[in-house]
């Protein structure tokens, strides 16, 4: 089975992987470089923020995602040399007035979910602000290095004889008696029987009942180098979190604008991150900016990725739209995506992430 994979951000790469895996021959094609996009440019927590607010839908992929990252981490380094720093960081959010909610959301899904009080917010980071008195604490979520993550994808495929052809866009499907046999690119026609769509925030482009599903949406990050340890959890307030890295880098991020295709970082975001990355870590202030970015992701309108066979195109497979949960749930995607690509028992129920009509 030759497969056609368009799109070499993380849910692209993770689909090759696991198609590869099962015989099939895959190439993947990116206008760009291959993991440059939305994928490299996120924060890399390994669970949604407020993971209560979601569907269930996005429940379930992350939840199996969540058990099998420290494999796939482990897998990538033994093959690639190259280590995703997968970290238990745990996750502390402060906002937590919504603790009822969360806390039932948490002992239905089996994850640890602490309320914390006092000295015990403290005593969990001592790097937070003093007037953080309370607190939800989730011990056991992690944090992957995404530029790391998907340079050890790149060499893994590379290692599997995966083809990886970079700056040709695909520009049109070819479709015949409904059924797609090919694409148009910048560089000539591609045949193959199967092609999986994963373009990210340009999914809407190329495939008919997507146009107006998929939308690019701004987030903007910035990173402060400070000594290894300054800071050993993620912390979260009010949409804005602080990311430990292992050498000392401290990402925080993130905005949410609707700017279409505009990937521009701008002053007033970068203000707005340093300040609210200083109200939760007031030590951070001592620190300099290294690193401001912006990725686009893409975002559909209920947060649920679409994921399966189109219902016109036959063999035309999709898998987009992750929005900000896109590392978290990837994996899991792109496992139910081959499920069905090979007829295999889907790991989760499929119908929810359905292109509808
Ligand atoms: C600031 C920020 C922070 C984030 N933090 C997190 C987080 O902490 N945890 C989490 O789970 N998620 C996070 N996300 C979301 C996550 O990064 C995305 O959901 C995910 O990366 C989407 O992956 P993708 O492969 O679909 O898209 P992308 O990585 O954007 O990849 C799409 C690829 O398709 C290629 N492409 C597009 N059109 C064409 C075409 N016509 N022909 C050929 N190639 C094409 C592009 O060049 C690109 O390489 C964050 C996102 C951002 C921006």
């Given at each position: 089975?030759?497969?056609?994979?368009?799109?070499?951000?993380?849910?692209?790469?993770?689909?090759?992987?696991?198609?590869?895996?099962?015989?099939?021959?895959?190439?993947?094609?990116?206008?760009?470089?291959?993991?440059?996009?939305?994928?490299?440019?996120?924060?890399?927590?390994?669970?949604?923020?407020?993971?209560?607010?979601?569907?269930?839908?996005?429940?379930?992929?992350?939840?199996?995602?969540?058990?099998?990252?420290?494999?796939?981490?482990?897998?990538?380094?033994?093959?690639?040399?190259?280590?995703?720093?997968?970290?238990?960081?745990g996750?502390?959010?402060?906002?937590?007035?919504?603790?009822?909610?969360?806390?039932?959301?948490?002992?239905?899904?089996?994850?640890?979910?602490?309320?914390?009080?006092?000295?015990?917010?403290?005593?969990?980071?001592?790097?937070?602000?003093?007037?953080?008195?309370?607190?939800?604490?989730?011990?056991?979520?992690?944090?992957?290095?995404?530029?790391?993550?998907?340079?050890?994808?790149?060499?893994?495929?590379?290692?599997?004889?995966?083809?990886?052809?970079?700056?040709?866009?695909?520009?049109?499907?070819?479709?015949?008696?409904?059924?797609?046999i090919g694409v148009e690119t910048t560089a000539g026609r591609m045949m193959a029987d199967k092609i999986i769509l994963a373009a990210g925030a340009w999914s809407g482009a190329l495939v008919p009942g997507l146009q107006h599903r998929i939308e690019p949406v701004q987030g903007q990050m910035i990173a402060f180098r400070t000594p290894p340890g300054l800071l050993s959890r993620i912390v979260l307030n009010e949409g804005y979190y602080v990311i430990p890295r292992r050498d000392g880098l401290v990402l925080a991020g993130s905005t949410v604008e609707h700017r279409g295709f505009d990937k521009r970082t701008t002053t007033q975001a970068l203000t707005q991150l340093q300040v609210e990355a200083r109200r939760m870590i007031p030590a951070l202030a001592d620190y300099r900016v290294e690193y401001h970015w912006a990725g686009l992701r893409p975002a559909s309108p209920t947060g649920v990725p679409y994921i399966g066979e189109h219902p016109q195109i036959r063999g035309l497979f999709v898998n987009t739209g992750h929005f900000r949960n896109g590392v978290v749930t990837g994996l899991a995607s792109a496992r139910l995506l081959s499920d069905m690509v090979v007829g295999r028992d889907p790991i989760v129920i499929p119908e929810p992430y359905a292109i509808l009509e």
């Open positions: 089975m030759d497969c056609l994979i368009v799109g070499g951000g993380l849910i692209g790469m993770l689909c090759a992987r696991g198609l590869m895996r099962e015989g099939a021959v895959v190439t993947l094609v990116d206008k760009g470089v291959v993991g440059r996009e939305a994928s490299w440019a996120g924060g890399g927590i390994l669970s949604p923020l407020y993971p209560w607010r979601y569907e269930s839908a996005v429940s379930a992929l992350a939840c199996w995602s969540q058990q099998r990252y420290p494999e796939l981490a482990r897998q990538l380094q033994v093959e690639t040399g190259v280590d995703p720093e997968l970290e238990h960081s996750l502390l959010i402060l906002d937590q007035d919504e603790s009822a909610d969360a806390l039932q959301w948490a002992s239905k899904n089996d994850v640890v979910m602490e309320q914390l009080t006092g000295e015990a917010v403290p005593a969990c980071e001592p790097g937070m602000a003093p007037e953080w008195l309370s607190a939800l604490w989730m011990p056991e979520v992690a944090q992957v290095r995404n530029p790391r993550l998907l340079q050890a994808l790149r060499l893994s495929l590379l290692q599997q004889k995966t083809s990886i052809t970079e700056h040709i866009r695909i520009t049109r499907l070819i479709v015949e008696k409904n059924r797609v």
